[in-house]
């Protein structure tokens, strides 16, 4: 009786796993690589970049949705940016300057829309920590940007295999007044990635 009961459970428990899991929703990690536009390449210098990406999505039931964190970087490179005019109201020479570089640090949600089999559509909201490191915050030094900065983003993915999916993404983030005293251009970027689902 207590071997059957047993084998029973057993049963039991192996036929509901499956279930449980799908319930539990999915663990993912993303690796991109990043592309500034112009006003990137303004900022820092560089369009060139990399991103890191660890999620949770929903079960397939109920509102589907993906939150998030993230972080992205853009390294400095040298780059002439112009002084503007002097007292006389005559163009300053423009200066090479390096940087700044930028890391972006980053919580967001955003919904799962299913376009094909295999094929999923995100669109979220994002909140962005900003970091500079570069001369051009102080001899050297580097600051956080004050205050948390509000971004969009679109992910488009697509599932070449049962854990992995190419990823494509687009995001826009406020940079706003920098810890120099510049007021900066808002920066976007795309990836390019895979990403592994646990």
Known sequence: MTRSLRSLVLILAAGLLPVAAQEAGAFSAALSLAQGTDAMKALTGSANGFALDGAWDSPSQGLPFRVGLSAAH?????????LGLDANG??????????PALTTFQAYAALRVELATDLNLYLGLSANRHHLSSDLVGQGGSQYVVGTKLGTRVDLEYR?????AALG??????????????????????????????
């Open 74 to 82: 853009f390294s400095d490179a040298t780059h002439t940016r112009s």
């Open 90 to 99: 005559d163009p300053q020479t423009n200066l090479s300057l390096k940087g």
């Open 160 to 164: 070449v295999a049962p854990r992995w």
């Open 169 to 198: 993404s687009f995001q826009w983030v406020e940079l706003g007044q920098g810890p120099s005293g510049n007021q900066f251009l808002n920066p976007s970027w795309f990836q390019l990635g895979v990403r592994h689902t646990f």
